[in-house]
């Protein structure tokens, strides 16, 4: 394995520029949750339930690995960076792309290092990245390619990482979970150039953590103040589908809310792989319903779709208290589960 990148030196912001919102300035935040069909979902109550515990396998971990180097609207070079953990293991290891979230607005890749660190242990290798968001002048189409950059990389760099090229996931929260499922369906079919397919960005298994899905509709279960929220210029998913300056809504461009659905392109996928989604029943953020008719149209297109329902408000941004359901044993497992049962099989 090659030795970790120098670590990125700290950015000093212009001060005659205004800062970039972040996700807490852009979000709404439902007051009510219209409860969604569970029908075809398993439901899971978290109450009470253990947290996960680490430690029973060791990890080598890198940081700050330079993916792809792509430019943000204005044309100026934006590195992208990864970090990875790859567990103590005698064969390669198949391979997780972990996508956070932060509602469009900003992409950590050091959320989540304990639920990363516990998949990891089960024996994955789990790369976590950072990807082009909303005050870069980014749309959905460059974040997506971003994804399945990184998956290029990764198949390149796989025998230096300890990785296995033919067993790969993705696996992402909020605005990440909308991301992997984009990139999921489109099985590596570019949305910059479309007469493009590389199966390097290619997957086997996706798992979305509370993911939109077709944002036309991501407060359909939301009071009507934050529906109305949603039809204007100055929403995250009208400025991600977009751009943040164009001034039009998605109503106004209904084209591009329609590429920017992964629904949209089933029809056209050679092969789906396999998802796992997860929602809570009153994520105020992004409606439960989001995830459903997204598990409905996999189903009908005869992907292998399971949809898990968490019961009560899950909605992740940075709240630790609201996030403990996310990182108990029981959803944890069910998310390994899946992963040894479509990438081990």
Not at 25 to 44: E, I, N, Q, R, W
Not at 50 to 67: F, M, N, P, W
Not at 170 to 188: H, K, P
Not at 257 to 284: R, W, Y
């Amino acid at each position: 394995m090659p030795e970790p990148t120098t670590p990125r030196p700290e950015f000093t912001a212009d001060p005659t520029s205004p800062a970039p919102p972040q996700p807490r300035d852009v979000l709404a935040f439902a007051s009510s949750v219209a409860a969604s069909d569970t029908s075809t979902s398993v439901v899971v109550d978290p109450t009470g339930e253990a947290q996960i515990t680490l430690g029973a396998r060791k990890l080598s971990e890198l940081h700050d690995i330079v993916y792809a180097t792509p430019q943000d609207a204005d044309g100026n070079p934006v590195p992208l960076r990864m970090d990875l953990l790859v567990p103590d293991t005698d064969e390669p290891a198949p391979l997780v792309l972990y996508v956070p979230g932060g509602g469009f607005m900003i992409s950590r890749k050091e959320l989540a290092p304990e639920t990363r660190a516990y998949v990891a242990e089960a024996g994955f290798a789990v790369a976590s990245i950072e990807y082009r968001t909303i005050p870069q002048g980014t749309t959905f189409r460059e974040a997506v390619a971003d994804v399945q950059n990184a998956l290029r990389h990764l198949r390149a760099h796989a025998e230096e990482y300890g990785i296995d090229t033919g067993r790969v996931a993705l696996w992402g929260e909020s605005a990440g979970g909308y991301l992997v499922a984009m990139a999921g369906v489109l099985g590596g079919r570019s949305l910059l150039d479309p007469a493009t397919t590389d199966p390097d960005a290619a997957v086997q298994a996706v798992v979305d953590n509370f993911g939109a899905s077709d944002l036309t509709r991501i407060a359909a279960d939301f009071d009507p103040a934050t529906q109305a929220s949603f039809e204007g210029a100055d929403n995250i998913a009208a400025m991600f589908v977009n751009g943040r300056t164009s001034g039009a809504s998605l109503a106004d461009a209904p084209q591009a809310a329609a590429e920017a659905n992964p629904i949209s392109h089933l029809d056209s996928a050679p092969a789906l792989p396999a998802f796992l989604l997860l929602h809570g029943t009153a994520d105020p953020i992004v409606s439960p319903s989001q995830t459903l008719i997204l598990h409905e149209a996999l189903r009908a297109h005869g992907a292998d779709s399971t949809r898990v329902v968490l019961l009560g408000d899950m909605a992740v941004l940075d709240d630790e208290e609201v996030g403990l359901p996310w990182s108990t044993r029981r959803t944890m497992d069910l998310i390994t589960d899946f992963l040894r049962r479509t990438l081990h099989g």
